[in-house]
C-alpha cells in the first residue's frame, strides 16, 4: 500500500497521529505503542475525537503534557529509544526523524548536533508524535508515502528562545534539506510545524504517484483558520499502468573509494530513489570502475541527479526514460512459534502469485528469542503458504484483502 498525504494547510505531528487514527489505527493501538517507551504513563494523556474544521469531519489528537518537560539532546533521545520496547523499524525511523530535526537545528544556531537541545519537540508530545507516526504507517501497511508542495506562512511564532519569524528557520532548514516544493500559504500563520515538517523529510516523498485510491483520511489541527485546517491522507495501491513516468540514471566512476558507495546510496534512496545497483565495468585506461544506477520517479530526474553529482565524484550523468509493469502488493499477517509477521502478498491479475515475510519483523523476532532469523524466515514463509493455500482463500479466489 502506499499512501499521499494532500496538504493544504500543511502538517504538524498531531494532524499526522489523526490522519492514521481516521484511516483505521486506533487510538488504543497507538496509547499500547506508546506504553514501550521508558517514560511515565502518567506524564501524558492522548485524546483522539471526532470535530469538524469548516464543515469537514475530521479525526483530532491531542496530546497533553504533565509537569515539567526535560530539555533532551539527540543523545538523551537515542538512549531513550534503545532502551524502549519497540519493534526495530519503528525505533530507527524514530531516531532518523530525530536526528533530521537535530541537524537542522544544529545548522540554523551554528553549533554542533550533539549540543543541541530540542526545547519544545524534545518533550513528550513530539515522542509521541514522531514515534506514533512511525507505528502507525507500519500498522496500516504503508510502505511509501509522498507528499504535496507545503504551504508556508507568515508571521511569527514564540519559542524558548522568544519570537520566530514564520516559517521557522528549523521547519525551513528541513524542507531545504530534501528540496521540498512548497507554494504560498492561503494566510497567515505556522501551517508547517517543526516536528510536522521532520516527520515528512524523513518518511515522505515529494510527488504524487498515481494510484489506485481505497480511502481518505483526514486529520485535524487544533487551530480554527478562513479555511479547512485539515490534512487528507489517500490510502491505495501504485497502478501498474506501463506509463508511469520513470526515468534510469547512470553515471561511470573509477576514481571514487568504494567505502562511499553505501552513503551514497542510503541518500539516493532518502531522496525518493525506487532502486539502486552497482555494476562492476571495465573501462578506458585499462581500470576497473563502477557503475551506479539508479531507478527514479521522472519528477525526481533533477533532484537525484545532483545527489549523484554531490556525493560522488562523477562529472555527468545520463538519463534513460523507460516503463515498468508493477503488481500490486497487500499485507497479512500470520501466526509462527515466535510471534505475529507481516507477510507480503504480490497480487497479479487479481490473484495472489506470491508472498514474502517481511524481513526487519524475522530479524526481530530472531532477536527476541535468541534463534537464527531463517528460522523465523522460514516458519513466516510456511504459514503464509498455508494461509495461500487454505479453503477460505482458495475460496476468495485467492484474491488479496
Same mark, same amino acid.
Given at each position: 500500500m502506499i499512501?499521499?498525504l !494532500?496538504l493544504?494547510?500543511g502538517?504538524?505531528g498531531?494532524?499526522?497521529l489523526g490522519?492514521l487514527? &481516521?484511516?483505521?489505527w486506533?487510538a !488504543?493501538a +497507538?496509547? %499500547?505503542?506508546?506504553?514501550?517507551?521508558?517514560i511515565?504513563?502518567?506524564?501524558? %494523556?492522548?485524546?483522539?475525537?471526532?470535530v469538524?474544521r469548516?464543515g #469537514?469531519r475530521?479525526t483530532?489528537?491531542?496530546?497533553?503534557?504533565?509537569g515539567d518537560?526535560?530539555?533532551?539532546?539527540?543523545a538523551d533521545?537515542?538512549d531513550l529509544?534503545e532502551?524502549?520496547r519497540?519493534?526495530v523499524h519503528?525505533?530507527?525511523?524514530?531516531?532518523g526523524?530525530?536526528?533530521?530535526?537535530?541537524?537542522?537545528?544544529?545548522?540554523?544556531h551554528?553549533?554542533?548536533v550533539d549540543?543541541i537541545h530540542f526545547? %519544545?519537540?524534545g518533550a513528550?508530545d513530539?515522542l509521541v &508524535?514522531i *514515534?506514533?507516526?512511525?507505528?502507525g504507517l507500519?500498522a496500516?501497511?504503508v510502505?511509501?508515502?509522498?507528499a504535496? /508542495?507545503?504551504?508556508?506562512?507568515?508571521g511569527w511564532?514564540q519559542?524558548?528562545?522568544g519570537? +520566530?519569524p514564520?516559517?521557522?528557520?528549523a521547519?525551513?532548514?528541513l524542507?531545504?534539506?530534501?528540496?521540498?516544493?512548497?507554494?504560498?500559504a492561503?494566510?497567515?500563520g505556522e501551517l508547517?510545524t517543526p516536528?510536522g515538517?521532520? #516527520?515528512?523529510a524523513h518518511?515522505a516523498?515529494?510527488t504524487r504517484?498515481?494510484?489506485?485510491l481505497?480511502k481518505?483520511?483526514y486529520g485535524?489541527?487544533?487551530r480554527?483558520y478562513?479555511?479547512?485546517? *485539515?490534512?487528507?491522507?489517500?490510502l491505495?495501491?501504485?497502478?501498474?499502468?506501463?506509463?508511469s513516468p520513470?526515468?534510469?540514471l547512470?553515471?561511470? #566512476? &573509477? &576514481?571514487?573509494?568504494?567505502?562511499?558507495?553505501?552513503?551514497v546510496?542510503?541518500?539516493?534512496f532518502?531522496? =525518493?530513489a525506487?532502486?539502486?545497483?552497482?555494476?562492476p @565495468?571495465?573501462m $578506458? $585506461? =585499462?581500470?576497473?570502475?563502477?557503475? +551506479?544506477?539508479?531507478?527514479?520517479?521522472a519528477?525526481?530526474e533533477?533532484?537525484?541527479?545532483? *545527489?549523484?553529482?554531490?556525493?560522488?565524484?562523477?562529472?555527468?550523468v545520463r538519463v534513460l526514460?523507460?516503463r515498468?509493469? %508493477?503488481?500490486?502488493?497487500?499485507?497479512q499477517e500470520?501466526?509462527?512459534?515466535?510471534?505475529?509477521?507481516?507477510v $507480503?502478498? $504480490? @497480487?497479479v491479475?487479481?490473484?495472489?502469485a506470491g508472498?514474502? /515475510?517481511?524481513y526487519?519483523?524475522?530479524?526481530?523476532l530472531?532477536?527476541?528469542? !535468541?534463534v537464527?532469523?531463517?528460522r523465523?524466515?522460514?516458519?513466516?514463509?510456511a504459514a503464509a503458504?498455508?494461509l495461500?493455500?487454505s479453503?477460505?482463500?482458495?475460496?476468495?479466489?485467492?484474491?488479496?484483502p
Amino acid at each position: 500500500m502506499i499512501g499521499y498525504l !494532500d496538504l493544504p494547510s500543511g502538517l504538524s505531528g498531531n494532524m499526522m497521529l489523526g490522519c492514521l487514527v &481516521d484511516a483505521g489505527w486506533s487510538a !488504543d493501538a +497507538l496509547r %499500547e505503542v506508546l506504553a514501550g517507551l521508558p517514560i511515565s504513563p502518567q506524564s501524558y %494523556e492522548i485524546r483522539a475525537e471526532s470535530v469538524h474544521r469548516r464543515g #469537514i469531519r475530521a479525526t483530532l489528537i491531542t496530546v497533553t503534557c504533565t509537569g515539567d518537560q526535560p530539555l533532551r539532546t539527540l543523545a538523551d533521545v537515542r538512549d531513550l529509544l534503545e532502551r524502549a520496547r519497540l519493534p526495530v523499524h519503528v525505533k530507527e525511523a524514530a531516531l532518523g526523524t530525530f536526528t533530521r530535526l537535530a541537524e537542522a537545528e544544529a545548522r540554523v544556531h551554528g553549533l554542533p548536533v550533539d549540543q543541541i537541545h530540542f526545547h %519544545e519537540v524534545g518533550a513528550v508530545d513530539a515522542l509521541v &508524535d514522531i *514515534v506514533g507516526t512511525a507505528a502507525g504507517l507500519h500498522a496500516l501497511g504503508v510502505e511509501h508515502l509522498y507528499a504535496s /508542495p507545503l504551504p508556508l506562512g507568515h508571521g511569527w511564532a514564540q519559542s524558548a528562545h522568544g519570537p +520566530l519569524p514564520l516559517p521557522a528557520p528549523a521547519t525551513l532548514q528541513l524542507l531545504a534539506s530534501v528540496n521540498a516544493p512548497t507554494c504560498p500559504a492561503p494566510g497567515e500563520g505556522e501551517l508547517v510545524t517543526p516536528t510536522g515538517a521532520a #516527520i515528512l523529510a524523513h518518511h515522505a516523498t515529494f510527488t504524487r504517484p498515481a494510484m489506485r485510491l481505497h480511502k481518505v483520511a483526514y486529520g485535524a489541527g487544533h487551530r480554527d483558520y478562513p479555511w479547512p485546517n *485539515v490534512a487528507r491522507l489517500w490510502l491505495g495501491e501504485p497502478t501498474s499502468s506501463p506509463q508511469s513516468p520513470l526515468v534510469v540514471l547512470e553515471t561511470n #566512476i &573509477d &576514481d571514487m573509494n568504494p567505502e562511499l558507495y553505501g552513503a551514497v546510496s542510503d541518500a539516493l534512496f532518502e531522496a =525518493g530513489a525506487l532502486d539502486v545497483w552497482l555494476t562492476p @565495468v571495465h573501462m $578506458k $585506461k =585499462g581500470r576497473p570502475g563502477t557503475v +551506479l544506477s539508479v531507478l527514479a520517479p521522472a519528477p525526481l530526474e533533477t533532484t537525484l541527479s545532483e *545527489v549523484l553529482l554531490e556525493e560522488t565524484t562523477t562529472l555527468g550523468v545520463r538519463v534513460l526514460p523507460i516503463r515498468r509493469h %508493477e503488481a500490486p502488493r497487500a499485507w497479512q499477517e500470520v501466526e509462527t512459534p515466535f510471534g505475529r509477521v507481516r507477510v $507480503k502478498l $504480490k @497480487v497479479v491479475a487479481g490473484r495472489v502469485a506470491g508472498a514474502a /515475510p517481511e524481513y526487519e519483523e524475522c530479524r526481530r523476532l530472531a532477536r527476541e528469542h !535468541d534463534v537464527p532469523v531463517r528460522r523465523v524466515y522460514e516458519a513466516a514463509f510456511a504459514a503464509a503458504h498455508r494461509l495461500l493455500h487454505s479453503p477460505e482463500m482458495l475460496a476468495e479466489g485467492e484474491t488479496a484483502p
